[in-house]
T-cell receptor, first 113, second 113 residues
Framework: DGGITQSPKYLFRKEGQNVTLSCEQN?????MYWYRQDPGQGLRLIYY???????QKGDIAEGYSVSREKKESFPLTVTSAQKNPTAFYLC????????????FGPGTRLTVT | DAKTTQPPSMDCAEGRAANLPCNHS???????VYWYRQIHSQGPQYIIH???NNETNEMASLIITEDRKSSTLILPHATLRDTAVYYC??????????????FGKGTTLSVSS
């Protein structure tokens, strides 16, 4: 089946550690996105990538890093510089150009203590 | 910031139509209106989108006013499984050829029997 996978669903880390969240898609989409969601809030854009080996900062990129070495993969690293990393992280993808919808993965809930 | 305004919550009886309003008075001529919904702790699910004509699919209908400053999502026969947060989104341009979804807080729809 085509879709987006994120792993793991739940992730626990100690403060001061970097952690990488996985996002893989087999939809052959060019564009991929990372969003963060806090309780009772909407989604906020962290990073996006429109093509392999290129990515851009979203609204809240500080404390995060990404890479896009393959079309299918867009991992997100939450660094120790991110002051409030505990959140629900969502990855999405879409074809580039045109009014296409975004497809979302199931999300990873990160808890940092 | 989100370019849309939605009521924070709505109630609907099972089997009745749910009409969810959205204001987007600053929408530009080439911007589409999208609707997504999010069931607790899952990734958002695409529902429908439109530019200026009314749209219908197997999930819902989208009614856009002639001046495009507001729209209404209609779930014709709401079920308990339609209980979710519904987001009305105006897709905005980012970068040279990409677009992103700007999520607000949405409307929490509660369907009861």
């Amino acid at each position: 089946d085509g879709g987006i996978t994120q792993s793991p669903k739940y992730l626990f880390r100690k403060e001061g550690q970097n952690v990488t969240l996985s996002c893989e898609q087999n939809l052959n989409h060019d564009a991929m996105y990372w969003y963060r969601q806090d309780p009772g809030q909407g989604l906020r854009l962290i990073y996006y990538s429109q093509i392999v080996n290129d990515f851009q900062k979203g609204d809240i990129a500080e404390g995060y890093s990404v890479s896009r070495e393959k079309k299918e993969s867009f991992p997100l690293t939450v660094t120790s510089a991110q002051k409030n990393p505990t959140a629900f992280y969502l990855c999405a993808s879409s074809p580039n150009g045109g009014p296409y919808e975004q497809y979302f993965g199931p999300g990873t809930r990160l808890t940092v203590t | 910031d989100a370019k849309t305004t939605q009521p924070p919550s709505m109630d609907c009886a099972e089997g009745r139509a749910a009409n969810l309003p959205c204001n987007h008075s600053t929408i530009s001529g080439n911007e589409y209106v999208y609707w997504y919904r999010q069931i607790h702790s899952q990734g958002p699910q695409y529902i429908i989108h439109g530019l200026k004509n009314n749209e219908t699919n197997e999930m819902a209908s989208l009614i856009i006013t002639e001046d495009r400053k507001s729209s209404t999502l209609i779930l014709p026969h709401a079920t308990l499984r339609d209980t979710a947060v519904y987001y009305c989104i105006v897709r905005v341009a980012i970068g040279q050829a990409g677009t992103a979804l700007i999520f607000g807080k949405g409307t929490t729809l509660s369907v009861s029997s």
